[in-house]
Every structure is written in C-alpha cells, then in structure tokens.
C-alpha cells in the first residue's frame, strides 16, 4: 500500500473520458440514428417507455417507431441546428401506440441524429412572461453583489432545488462561491473556495460546449446504450446529451457531500467559462425539460447581463484612469517630478491603481517611497525584471516566485506591478502592495492526503466539507486584469513624461526610439481612422464620378482638403484650430489670386480636431461646386457668417451672391452633396440644411458647443476679407532646366517628379539619399532643387549645405507641418507643406525663383 501510494496520479480525474461513457440516466431513454433516419442504437430501457425492447428497434425505421406525426415534427425541428454544438428542444410530443406525451431533446453527433425523449411533465404556462419578470428583478440589482444572489434567487425559484450556487473560477481553475440562496436549515456554502481538481478539465471543457446539465437521481441505476460500439469500433459521444450518465468519481463526490440531485447551468462570457449555477438537492429531483430549457435560457440572458455589468465597471475604472493619465501629463509636463517626488506619484496613481509603495529608476537613478525594498534590492529586481519581463507591464502577488530573495523583504512588498517606460537598459515605475495575510475558506481540506477509494486504481473524493480554512502568507492582494490593462495606458502616459525629460540623460538616440514606441501607442488608432476615412472617401467618390479624369480630380481634392486641415490642426499639437484659418485656406488653395471673393464675419472661433476636419470637407464641397455651378463661377461671391448663440452652440451661414441664377434644386445627390448634408449631424450631432434658393446657394450649419471654443481677443476685427497668399498667383513659374528632388518615398518622388515636367521642367533627377543627392550635384548642377527634410534615418542638411555653397535656390519639403526645426543658416529658405499638389509647388516655386532672380 505504501508503494502504491508513493505513485498516486492525481490527474486520473482529468482523464476520465466523461463523455463517451456508454450510459444514460433512467429518466429517459435515448434513441440514435444513422443518417438515413434508421436506428443505429438505442438504450436500453425503451420497452418502460415505448413497450418495445432495443433489440427489436435496431435497424428500422424511425417512421415505424415513433409514427409519421412525430417523425414530421422531429424533422421540421432538426432543420433548425446551426453551428456544431446546436441542440433543438421538442415539447408535448406524441408517441405512435404510446398514450403518454414526450419532451425531446435533438443534436446531432458522429454524423448522426441522436433523439433523447423524457416523459412530459405539467406546462409552466407563460415561459416568455416569466422570464421577462426575472430578468426585471435582475436589472433592480443595485450592486454586482446583489445582481449575483438575485441570480441564484430566481434559479432556485424556477428549479425548486435545495441549494442554488453562483461558483466563479478564478485564473487558476479554482472555484469561489459567490452567492447562494439556500433553504433554510442546511448551511450555507457562501464564500467557500473549491480547488481545480474538484471540476476536472474535460469536465470544465464540456461545460462550455454543453450549457445545461441535470443529474436527477444520484442513487439511480445506469442504463446502457446498445451497442456499445459501432461497426468501427466507437462508442456514442454524448457530450451534447441531456441523459448521459455520471462519473462515478462525480457521484462519490456527491455522495460525500450529502448531494442526492444536482443541476448545472453554465455561464460563459466572451467564450470563456465565468463559472457556474450549481444547484444541489437532498433528494431525488428532476425538473422537466420545458422547465430546465427556461432555466438553460435564464443562464444565458443572466451571462449577458453580467457581461454589460463588467463592461460598465471596466468603462467607468478607464475613465478614472484617464483622468489619472491627464493629470500626469499636465502635472509633470517640465518638471522632473517623477523621479524626484515618488511618493506624489504614488498618491497620484493611486487613484488608478492602489498600491502600498512605489520604486522608480530612470537612466539609473533610484526613487522610493512607501512600503518598498531598499534600493539594493530594488536595483536586483529590476536587473531581473530586464532579463525576464521582455518590455510589458508584469504583475505578481508574490513577487518571491519571481525573485527567490525577495522572500527576505515580503512583510514590507509582497506583491509588484511593473510599467516598463523606456527602452533596453529599461527605466521603470513598480508598484508595491504589502503582504495581506488572509483566511482562505476551502470546502475541505485541499491539502489533505490523497487515498485510493472503493472504485480501485483511482483517488476517492475527500468525505468532508466542511469549511477549512487556511491561512495564506507572503502574498498580496493581486492586481486584476483590468489594472493591468490600464497599467499599459499609464505606461504610455510615463513614456511621455520621461521624454520630457530626456534631456537630463543626454542620450538622443534612446530618447528617439522611446519616442518612436510612444507614437506608435498613441497614434495607432488615429492612423487607422484616417486611412478608413480615405478608404471611404475613394468608395464613394468613385460612384458619382462621370469619368476617370473627374473621379481622380475630386478625389484628390477632398483628400488634399483633409492635408490641410490636418497641417493646421496639428501645427498646435492637436490643439483646436481656428475657423476663420480654415476658410482663408480652404479658398486660397482652391481660388488662388480670387480668394478674396470669399468674405468672412465672424469672432475668433476655434473648433476641436474632430469637428476641424468634418467641417474641413464640408467647406471644401462647398466652395468646389461654388466655383463650378455657383457664386465663385462668375464674378460672384460668397459670404461666410458665423456666430455662437446662447447655448454655446456655433452657428454658421454660407450665402453664394452673384452666381448663376438656380432654376430648380438638382434632382440627384452626389457624394459631394452628401458630405454637405450629413457630415456634421453624423459626426458632430450636429445640423445641416441647404437652399438651393434662385438668387444663389444658402447653407446653414450649427456645430455643437462641445465642438466650440473662443480664442482671446488679439486686436482682429471681426469683419475681415481673405486675402490670397503672399506668394500665390494664376500663372504658373517659368521652371527651367534640370530639377533635383530629393525625396525618400518612391510614390512620393513620381508625383513630384510628374508635377515638376507638368510645370516646365526639362528633366527632374531623383534621389532617396544624401549620397546619391550629392553624386548627382556633381555631375550636373541643377537648377534649383526640392528638398525633403527627412530621410528615414537621416536629413537633407548636408544636401542642402551644399546647394547654400554653389548658389543654387532651393526649398524644403515636409509633412511635420510647422513643427520642423531648421538651423540658423537655413532659417530663411521656404518650407513647402507635403503632400504635394500642383498649386502648392507651383506656388512655393514662383517664390522661390522670383525671389533668386
């Protein structure tokens, strides 16, 4: 026995095939089909309930069984089965010979049809009434603890089970009762913890794909499906059954726990299993299958409404924690806060993520404060975290598990969560939390000494439950994965903050890769808007273009309308920008020396980003068709008023004087039209409304206050004129002889290149580099040259530096908007906004050469 003993397989219970046990529960009788409606196998207690044994059932027809009214029924229900694991529920089903009516439970398995069939029992009445009522006393739950015991509350009342169950499992497989409503006299099992090993994992993984499961008689006498095995050898997989027998391991486990019944309703979350409704009995007891569908669907409309109560929480902890993350940025926006006051940052980020101490390392310096190890032990456990938490936030309750010798220091940090904020040799912020020494209440002792049992070869379930509690040392409490996740939104925020003092550290190439990982955080979902606004924009303009010529021009107009409201919005750091800067570009861009033609009257307006780059379209529709159908075609004008009125909402008039006279509003909508009326109601809630009045186009708009803000006054008047650029004009510069462009993007460069020749270039040399630039200077001088700033990991200056000594004009590209930093000697030379448009480079480009010549 010791021998024996010493080779105990604790995971026998995981390998127990539970689903293919051959068995059926006595409470129905069960019926398999092949795929021509024959019988294949039948269990074999069919004469108690159809006065025919399996053995004259097997092989014929299911019609001659069962009669053509039920066959009819059956086969209308089976057309519903969608998805591998689908089952289909029949109701009050009569039996060809048989006086009694049946419930049907249907799947399909093996390539098969397996029919369940239990005895009817009396109706519930008005199911959908029902379930209606639970699911209001539900949504009255005030708390998540109220909502889980009002769960388990109305369970009970539909099952009329002695105990009802919300078990939850944590990370690790083991189970937490939650809430529980119980009859009185029998103890309660609230707050009980349950190890992993007393729910299996294949028994966890039927639980996902089979949602219900009823156990009605724990003393009850297995029925056996005939054959056992088909002609290759395989038994009946019954994990979708309502029938199938039980463990035998699970009935002692039953037995010991004084359990005689039980039922089990999943709940799955996301695709995952949340936990359970585990419901128990002292006595025999079996619900009918009407009964436990409505139970079935209880459980999940309950796992739908936990799912948008945990949806709530979590949204309203992120808002807290976006707070947390502004507060950071305006509070140590050019202070050296974070390394040298931790303690504020601690308090600071408590309200995000509580935590008993924090430890700080930046370019190796050494901030605490709190319940922290000393900085040598500090130190160590970063080295270690360097070696081992490859660049993401990491968490522990014991951080000994992770750090041996941290055991040493646990009555002071127990438990970590690390925020990586640069790259390798990594700086980082850890958050401490103290030891919480805790009692842990099991259903029995987990840890007890495992024996063989009356089954043999096999572990026998504990005999006790009773609450044993333990007690747990040398952890904290443990950070949830929703403080994990808005760790990684704080850890961008730091990332900010330590770039900005970066100076300090007189590193430059660490603090552009930093920078880079911190773009690449922020900006990603912007950049994915902005290509699924392009995306969109190529859609639909191509299905009110005429030809391709006219698809490619308003196409490219609107995109180049959005260029310059993002080069406006973001010359302020994506700052609300201005509205009067918007219409004066808008028109200089499109109207060139006419932009005066477009008067405006209006305060000193600024609107956010998101309502910057709307109306930016919108203006953009509006002065196209104005300068092909409207005031801007003749020698009209247009008048641009706007005001905000005393909700704070922006009020904006367009009034096209002079134009053609509008017989009739158009009769068809093009895209363009449509952007005008829809864009700010959509996107802004909003209102648009357009007259397409005789004596010229009307327009109204109004942009919701939220959108809105004033700029202090600079001394402007209200009423002002657009005047055209300083630079532009009609005619296009006089480009001669060979042009350079330097330019690191291949699609970028044609472009340029194909606007250069359009403009009178007689050949134009390219270049991605600043070697290949200057080996180009060498063999023929150029004319004059475009340069873009940026070369992926180096600039044009030596270029340029260069072109200063031989004399050559020359200008700057980029698309940093006004943000790019030029030395001394360079101040002067004009900066030409990408992306690249005939007008803008034929613009720069008549200032350039008008002012060298």
């Known amino acids: 026995?010791?021998?024996?003993?010493?080779?105990?397989?604790?995971?026998?219970?995981?390998?127990?095939?539970?689903?293919?046990?051959?068995?059926?529960?006595?409470?129905?009788?069960?019926?398999?089909?092949?795929?021509?409606?024959?019988?294949?196998?039948?269990?074999?207690?069919?004469?108690?309930?159809l006065g025919r044994p399996p053995e004259a059932l097997l092989g014929r027809p299911l019609l001659e069984i069962l009669g053509a009214e039920a066959v009819h029924a059956i086969r209308n229900r089976m057309s519903l089965l969608r998805g591998i694991d689908a089952t289909e529920r029949l109701f009050g089903q009569p039996?060809?010979?048989?006086?009694?009516?049946?419930d049907l439970a249907l799947h399909l398995t093996d390539g098969g049809i397996v029919i369940e069939a239990e005895p009817c029992q009396p109706e519930l009445g008005d199911g959908a009434g029902t379930i209606r009522s639970m699911m209001t006393r539900l949504d009255q739950a005030a708390t998540m603890t109220a909502f889980l015991r009002e769960g388990a509350r109305q369970v009970r009342a539909l099952t009329g089970f002695d105990r009802v169950m919300i078990y939850r499992f944590a990370a690790n497989g083991d189970g937490e009762v939650v809430a529980e409503a119980a009859r009185s006299g029998i103890g309660s099992f609230l707050g009980l913890n349950y190890p992993h090993t007393d729910i299996p994992v294949q028994a966890r993984a039927l639980y996902k794909r089979n949602l219900f499961r009823i156990i009605a008689d724990v003393g009850a006498v297995p029925v056996p499906v005939r054959p056992t095995l088909d002609e290759r050898g395989n038994p009946l997989d019954l994990s979708l059954s309502v029938l199938r027998a039980v463990s035998p391991i699970h009935i002692e486990y039953l037995r010991n726990m004084g359990v005689e019944a039980s039922l089990s309703i999943s709940i799955v979350i996301e695709g995952k299993l949340w936990g359970l409704f585990a419901c128990?009995?002292?006595?025999?007891?079996c619900p009918g299958l009407e009964r436990r569908s409505l139970a079935e669907l209880f459980g999940q409309m309950f796992a739908m409404k936990l799912e948008a109560r945990e949806r709530r929480e979590s949204a309203d902890y992120a808002a807290r924690a976006r707070l947390v993350s502004e507060r950071l940025l305006v509070q140590l926006a050019g202070d050296s806060s974070l390394r040298d006051d931790p303690a504020w940052l601690a308090e600071t980020l408590e309200a995000a993520i509580p935590a008993d101490g924090i430890g700080v390392v930046?370019?190796?310096?050494?901030?605490?404060?709190?319940?922290?190890?000393?900085?040598?032990?500090?130190?160590?456990?970063?080295?270690?975290?360097?070696?081992?938490?490859?660049?993401?936030?990491?968490?522990?309750?014991?951080?000994?598990?992770?750090?041996?010798?941290?055991?040493?220091?646990?009555?002071?940090?127990?438990?970590?969560?690390?925020?990586?904020?640069?790259?390798?040799?990594?700086?980082?912020?850890?958050?401490?939390?103290?030891?919480?020494?805790?009692?842990?209440?099991?259903?029995?002792?987990?840890?007890?000494?495992?024996?063989?049992?009356?089954?043999?070869?096999?572990?026998?379930?504990?005999?006790?439950?009773?609450?044993?509690?333990?007690?747990?040392?040398?952890?904290?409490?443990?950070?949830?994965?929703?403080?994990?996740?808005?760790?990684?939104?704080?850890?961008?925020?730091?990332?900010?903050?330590?770039?900005?003092?970066?100076?300090?550290?007189?590193?430059?190439?660490?603090?552009?890769?930093?920078?880079?990982?911190?773009?690449?955080?922020?900006?990603?979902?912007?950049?994915?808007?902005?290509?699924?606004?392009?995306?969109?924009?190529?859609?639909?303009?191509?299905?009110t273009s005429g030809s391709i010529e006219e698809y490619i021009a308003e196409l490219d107009g609107r995109i180049h309308a959005l260029a310059r409201a993002h080069n406006q919005i973001t010359s302020d750091n994506w700052s609300p920008a201005p509205l009067r800067g918007l219409i004066e570009t808008e028109a200089a861009a499109y109207l060139g020396g006419k932009a005066d033609r477009v008067r405006t009257d209006g305060s000193e307006v600024l609107l956010t980003p998101q309502a910057f780059s709307t109306l930016a379209l919108v203006i953009h529709e509006l002065m196209t068709n104005s300068a092909k159908y409207g005031g801007l075609s003749d020698n009209g004008r247009v008048d641009v008023r706007w005001a905000i009125d005393t909700q704070g909402h922006l009020r904006i008039d367009w009034q096209e004087i002079g134009g053609p006279v509008i017989s009739a509003a158009p009769t068809r909508q093009g895209f363009g039209t449509t952007i005008i009326r829809r864009s700010i109601p959509y996107d802004l809630g909003g209102e648009a409304a357009v007259d397409f009045a005789p004596l010229g186009l009307a327009a109204h708009f109004v942009i919701p206050a939220q959108h809105v803000s004033l700029r202090e006054a600079t001394g402007v008047a209200h009423r002002q004129t657009v005047q055209p650029n300083a630079t532009a004009s009609d005619d296009r510069p006089k480009v001669r002889g060979r042009m350079l462009l330097v330019e690191d993007s291949l699609i970028i460069a044609m472009?340029?290149?194909?606007?250069?020749?359009?403009?009178?270039?007689?050949?134009?040399a390219t270049a991605a580099t600043v070697p290949q630039a200057l080996a180009e200077i060498r063999e023929a001088v150029p004319a004059a040259a475009i340069l873009d700033i940026n070369l992926g990991g180096e600039t044009s200056l030596p270029i340029a530096d260069r072109l200063h000594a031989l004399g050559i004009p020359f200008l700057f590209a980029t698309g940093y908007g006004e943000q790019a930093q030029l030395p001394a000697i360079h101040a002067a030379v004009p900066v030409l906004q990408k992306p690249y448009t005939i007008e803008g480079v034929a613009r720069a480009l008549t200032a350039l050469l008008g002012s060298a010549g």
């Open 1 to 49: 026995m010791t021998e024996n003993a010493g080779r105990l397989d604790l995971s026998n219970c995981d390998r127990e095939p539970i689903h293919i046990p051959g068995l059926i529960q006595p409470f129905g009788f069960l019926l398999a089909l092949s795929t021509d409606w024959l019988v294949s196998r039948a269990s074999a207690n069919t004469a108690d309930y």
């Open 95 to 102: 039996f060809l010979g048989v006086e009694r009516r049946f």
């Open 280 to 285: 128990h009995h002292h006595s025999p007891r």
């Open 362 to 543: 930046i370019n190796g310096h050494i901030a605490l404060a709190g319940a922290a190890p000393g900085e040598d032990a500090f130190l160590r456990l970063v080295r270690e975290l360097n070696r081992t938490a490859a660049g993401q936030v990491y968490s522990t309750d014991r951080i000994a598990d992770f750090l041996p010798e941290a055991q040493a220091w646990t009555d002071s940090a127990a438990g970590m969560l690390a925020l990586p904020i640069s790259r390798s040799p990594r700086d980082f912020v850890v958050l401490f939390r103290q030891e919480m020494v805790r009692a842990v209440r099991w259903a029995g002792d987990p840890n007890r000494p495992k024996e063989y049992g009356p089954l043999g070869d096999r572990l026998s379930p504990r005999k006790s439950f009773e609450a044993w509690t333990e007690t747990v040392r040398g952890r904290s409490r443990p950070f949830s994965e929703l403080e994990r996740q808005v760790a990684e939104s704080l850890r961008a925020t730091l990332i900010e903050v330590v770039l900005r003092m970066s100076d300090e550290a007189n590193a430059e190439r660490q603090q552009s890769a930093e920078r880079q990982e911190l773009l690449i955080a922020e900006l990603n979902h912007r950049v994915r808007n902005i290509l699924s606004l392009i995306r969109g924009l190529v859609r639909q303009s191509r299905t």
């Open 751 to 764: 472009d340029a290149e194909d606007i250069l020749l359009t403009l009178g270039a007689d050949s134009v």
